[in-house]
């Protein structure tokens, strides 16, 4: 079966740098999504890749290795408004997104 | 108005009760969606809609019936719920499905209970 994981939920300080991790086993691969979800709103798209390696977009990058299955998106200088729930998507052979459960990124002071 | 727009809100029906949500784009897509978003849950795909066409039906109980009059809006008609039926419901709209559906926009959820 298809599946995605990444943790539950991390914590982390403000100012501070936090990884999250998304592994993911697809049957094929076409690209690779994270949103951010704060509680009670829409997902907002935050990055893509489809190609090996890191994507920078001001304090977050997305890094993507195809081989390994395996992506991390990177916060940087955390700020509180980075507390919310990261989800990572990847679209598999039939461009269908399969979604992983969420990480919810608490940001402490 | 921008973006996509989902009312109720927040919804609380019975099991016997007959209600729906209703999900608006204002962006010129030509694909829409139905998501489910559980606790702790992966979003599951429900329904996909392109141009007014549905394309996609994940399984989906019978209990929940979607309507698309126009590429514009999308509607999903709710009736004898279970309790297990609670949950957020997501609308999102994209350019295109498949290969064209790069990314998606959501619309804040409807909160749905099931009493």
């Known amino acids: 079966g298809q599946n995605i994981d990444q943790p539950t939920e991390m914590t982390a300080t403000e100012g501070a740098i936090v990884q999250i991790n998304c592994t993911y086993q697809t049957s094929g691969f076409n690209g690779l999504f994270w949103y951010q979800q704060h509680a009670g709103e829409a997902p907002t798209f935050l990055s893509y890749n489809v190609l090996d390696g890191l994507e920078e977009k001001g304090r977050f990058s997305s890094f993507l290795s195809r081989s390994k299955g395996y992506s991390y998106l990177l916060l940087k200088e955390l700020q509180m408004k980075d507390s919310a729930s990261y989800l990572c998507?990847?679209?598999?052979?039939?461009?269908?997104?399969?979604w992983g459960a969420g990480t919810k990124l608490i940001i402490k002071p | 108005e921008t973006g996509v727009t989902q009312t109720p809100r927040h919804l609380v029906m019975g099991m016997t009760n007959k209600k729906s949500l209703k999900c608006e784009q204002h962006l010129g897509h030509n694909a829409m969606y139905w998501y489910k978003q559980s606790a702790k849950k992966p979003l599951e795909l429900m329904f996909v809609?392109?141009?007014?066409?549905?394309?996609e039906n994940n399984s989906v109980p019978s209990r929940f019936s979607p309507e698309c009059p126009n590429s514009s809006h999308l509607f999903l008609h709710l009736h004898t719920l279970q309790p297990e039926d609670s949950a957020l419901y997501l609308c999102?709209?994209?350019?295109?499905?498949?290969?064209?559906?790069?990314?998606?926009?959501f619309g804040a959820g409807s909160r749905l209970t099931v009493l």
């Open positions: 998507a990847v679209r598999d052979s039939n461009y269908q997104l399969i």
């Open positions: 999102a709209s994209s350019q295109d499905v498949g290969a064209g559906a790069n990314v998606l926009t």
């Open positions: 809609y392109s141009l007014e066409e549905r394309v």
